[in-house]
């Protein structure tokens, strides 16, 4: 029971390493804060609102492909620590199959 617990707090870890939650709060916030405030001319405000539209779309797609590499590697994570939690018993018994059948 204790392997299938691990494998939750691992799935966890990479999840956090990747700051999940806080690239999803964040998913529509502009990249690296780069904003441009609009000056009184109507021209300048339309470059401005131009400016911070691209800098949103830039942040919005560094935080996509972080948030899908996060969920591939989640995913390999748990499947990978799946499998360990499986086979990891039967190590034992795999030992002995093979050394039977090497003298067999």
Known sequence: MLAFKRISVRTNNVAMAFSVPVLLRTLFAPWKRIVTVGAKSLDAKFRAMIDNLVSRAVGFSVRCLVLLTALLTTGGTFVGSVFI????????????????????
């Open 85 to 104: 939690a499986v086979i990891w018993p039967l190590i034992p018994v795999l030992i002995i199959f093979c050394l039977l059948r090497t003298f067999v």
